[in-house]
């Protein structure tokens, strides 16, 4: 009778056939769902956009420039800004998107969604005529391209139950923790030459392949490097790889010894051979400073790599060599805890790269996996960790020097303090132009490579593997529009 | 025995009122702040003036003592708040959850316990037997081998080869093979405390008393030792019981199943307060349910406490 039971599930689960692969929707395969259909609650503003639902006045395209997109254009008055929609703009429901809607989707936005007003404050504004609003911020903004192309601003038209996005899909049916479907919204261009997709949300690595693998699947997106052999025999996908507007770093603590000592510091930077990382991860470049070269504000020279120079450092600072290489300093070895993540299995692969690195000129690392490293990072427990960041999410690279290099920011996690960065970066607010931003920025970067609190390692790429029906799919560098209007379905 | 029930009831909402109380300073003693976490998480700025304005939306800015009452008294009328990651009904959520969570764990326990009786019975009658070489294989297995890793191989083997399963399935059909997992991992457990029962019997001056008076041995040792084995199988079930709420979040994420243990991983990252709190104060009560109903199985089974 158990048997019977047991074998009664089993010739359940064979009953599951797959679908028909050419009737069903495009099948997207990730490891992140929006939590909300609602773009003004919580971070659900950034999965909409990437899901292509939600939209912002300003984007960043391919090359991370800020562009229009829902704005024609956006110039400065005084204090304020004057914003200008392109013409017969509809929302996914058919109403227009006029100066009007603009304005109540600001003020619902800022109203709702504290990270909205961290971006603009409660702004003033004022519809000007049908397409033209005047937006004035509650404290000064220099690149307010940059913020309005932030998600936490992301159109929308709320009824009061449901929110109606502009982006080119609609949201049909939505399965939290699972699964979105979306069809073509019929009110953006080429309408009928879009697929239907369902986003499914799988979260473990392995399973995304095999998802893949069994034809369920037809855009994998971002899959894990140690899958992509087995992946690459099977004739019938494509893997598509890319360099991403993400950059791989390792932040050091300058509170901790060693770290304390920035010829320590400049050591590790001169010491890891970023050529091997990249190898390790089964592709990338080497890092030239905080932005992927894709930015037109990135440094151009790679980081260089001199172990010799780096050993002199070593010595110049009192940390001398013993007969087995490990190097000692008033009695205390040179050692220290690298924290990585497995979120990011990337990270966890060069981990043992960089130890070798650093092994071979006197250093004892041992390393740490920590499945929750931002608290670790905020409460400053670690020594050096691997740490992984869209170095530009709204196109502008003022973000993340504020945000982890001034002195005073909740989030600079190695405690750097440099009052000439401080200044650079007080400056870099009075500037409004493009090429002056970025001169600017390539000037605090030199600040900081001097000093060293991160060791900027590598862009990595990232992987997507496409179904036969997929095939046409172009990875954007980055998961901040995974779905897009060129999305097209062979047959 | 009114009086011993409500002596008994009041045990345990006192040991529930310390689960909230410990829960509560467990979850805000851990590093970090939610809000700059959330901040991070998504690339946006971690200004003081966005922080202060999260935590005055999530109710942080107040004196932990008052934020303590305000969350129990909310959360004793149903209002469990909401989740500070994904904005929605956390009681929604667990209502939501839960029951995936509870086919997969009891479901596994099910089935195994289905194995358990057959095994353990052939292994305690011919320690060097088929029977016994199973379970002891399935014992070191499930030691040995990591679920997420047999969920895999079984997902490659099923869906990618012979394609008689969907990885990403639908329906009663996703469930089979988490099941199989979970009932693979508690097999072992189980099965050997069964059979230790048994073995025990089976060498009792009773059960060779009663074979030679010509018993069957089969039926013998189910008459003389199946009800003391299973005292000591109810005792193994409830710690596997107790570990269902919460405990099958590897599965859960290998096969996608949206369940309470993977919306348990991501808050942890996220240090989502209540959601942290709530679960901790359900798994308390959890552990208290599964008690009571183990002690009436042992009270049932076990005629000295009768």
């Not at chain 1, 003033?124 to 391209?145: Q, S």
């Not at chain 1, 930015?295 to 087995?324: I, Q, T, V, Y």
């Not at chain 1, 790269?353 to 650093?358: E, K, P, Q, Y």
């Not at chain 1, 190695?414 to 409004?432: G, H």
């Amino acid at each position: 009778m158990q048997f019977r039971i047991l074998a009664a599930a089993a010739a359940l689960a064979l009953t599951a056939v797959p679908a028909d692969a050419q009737t069903r929707p495009l099948v997207v395969g990730q490891g992140f769902l929006t939590d909300s259909l609602d773009p003004a609650q919580g971070v659900a503003g950034w999965a909409l956009q990437s899901h292509g639902v939600a939209e912002t006045l300003f984007t960043v395209d391919r090359e991370g420039r800020i562009v229009p997109n829902l704005a024609e254009s956006v110039r400065r008055d005084g204090e304020s800004f004057i914003i200008r929609l392109k013409p017969d703009l509809k929302f996914a429901d058919g109403s227009l998107l006029d100066a009007t809607a603009l304005k109540a989707s600001l003020d619902r936005a800022t109203k709702e969604n504290p990270r909205a007003r961290g971006q603009i404050g409660t702004p003033a504004l004022d519809v000007l005529n049908a397409r033209e609003l005047r937006l004035r911020p509650e404290r000064p903004v220099a690149a307010i391209e940059s913020v309005l192309a932030e998600f936490p601003l992301a159109i929308h038209k709320f009824d009061g139950t449901n929110a109606s996005m502009t982006g080119p899909f609609r949201a049909v049916e939505f399965k939290r923790g699972e699964s979105l479907r979306l069809e073509p919204n019929p009110f953006y261009r080429d309408v009928a030459s879009r697929p239907a997709v369902t986003i499914r949300r799988i979260g473990d690595a392995q399973t995304l392949a095999l998802g893949l693998e069994s034809g369920e699947v037809d855009i994998a997106f971002n899959l894990a490097p140690e899958t992509l052999p087995r992946l690459k025999r099977r004739p019938e996908l494509t893997i598509k790889s890319t360099p991403v507007a993400y950059q791989y770093m390792a932040l050091l603590n300058t509170q901790r010894a060693p770290f304390d000592d920035v010829k320590v510091r400049q050591a590790v930077d001169l010491a890891i051979d970023r050529s091997m990382l990249i190898a390790a991860a089964n592709g990338g470049e080497t890092a030239t400073g905080m932005f992927p070269r894709v930015f037109p504000f990135a440094s151009e020279s790679p980081r260089k790599h001199d172990a010799r120079e780096a050993e002199k450092l070593l010595d110049d600072a009192g940390w001398k060599a013993g007969a087995n290489g490990q190097r000692m300093k008033d009695g205390r070895a040179l050692e220290f805890t690298l924290t990585t993540y497995p979120q990011r299995p990337d990270l966890v692969t060069i981990a043992p790269v960089i130890r070798a690195s650093l092994e071979r000129i006197g250093f004892r690392v041992r390393i740490e996996v920590t499945e929750a490293i931002s608290p670790q990072l905020q409460a400053k427990r670690y020594d050096a960790a691997l740490w992984a960041m869209h170095a530009a999410p709204g196109g502008d690279g003022a973000f993340v020097f504020e945000q982890y290099l001034r002195s005073t920011s909740a989030t600079n996690f190695m405690s750097f303090a440099s009052a000439p960065v401080d200044a650079a970066l007080d400056r870099l607010r009075e500037i409004d132009a493009a090429p002056a931003r970025a001169a600017a920025l390539k000037g605090i970067e030199q600040l900081v490579f001097a000093q060293a609190p991160v060791v900027y390692l590598m862009t990595p790429v990232w992987h997507v593997g496409l179904s036969k029906r997929a095939a046409s799919y172009v990875p954007y560098p980055s998961d901040y529009y995974v779905l897009r209007a060129d999305l097209r379905a062979s047959p | 025995m009114p009086r011993a029930a409500i002596a008994e009831g009041l045990r345990a909402l006192l040991l529930l009122w310390l689960a909230s109380l410990a829960a509560f300073a467990v979850v805000r003693a851990m590093p970090a702040d939610p809000a700059v976490l959330s901040l991070v998480a998504f690339g946006q700025a971690a200004d003081p003036d966005t922080v202060a304005a999260l935590h005055r939306e999530w109710g942080l800015d107040q004196a932990l003592p008052l934020q303590y009452a305000a969350w129990l008294g909310d959360f004793l009328t149903g209002d469990w708040r909401r989740s500070f990651k994904t904005g929605a009904p956390i009681l929604d959520e667990f209502a939501k959850r839960l029951p995936v969570s509870l086919i997969v764990g009891f479901g596994g326990l099910f089935v195994a316990l289905l194995a358990v009786g057959p095994l353990a019975r052939g292994a305690a009658k011919r320690p060097n037997g088929w029977a016994a070489r199973v379970l002891d294989a399935a014992t070191l297995g499930a030691q040995a081998i990591p679920a997420f890793w047999l969920g895999c191989l079984l997902l490659w083997f099923f869906a990618v080869e012979l394609r008689v399963i969907d990885v990403l399935g639908e329906g009663p059909a996703r469930y089979v093979l988490p099941i199989l997992i979970v009932a693979f991992t508690g097999l072992g457990p189980l099965a050997q405390v069964y059979r230790a029962g048994l073995a025990e019997v089976s060498r009792a001056d009773y059960f060779r008393t009663a074979l030679a008076k010509g018993a069957d041995p089969d039926t013998a040792l189910e008459a003389q030792g199946g009800r003391y084995a299973r005292l000591g199988l109810s005792a193994a079930l409830t710690a596997e019981a107790g570990w269902v709420v919460g405990g099958t979040a590897v599965v859960e994420v290998v096969f996608g199943l949206p369940g309470l243990g993977t919306f348990l991983v991501d808050s942890i990252a996220m240090r989502d307060y209540f959601v942290l709190q709530a679960y901790i104060v359900v798994a308390a009560a959890w552990m208290l349910a599964i008690a009571f109903v183990a002690a009436g199985a042992r009270h049932l089974l076990d005629p000295r406490l009768r």
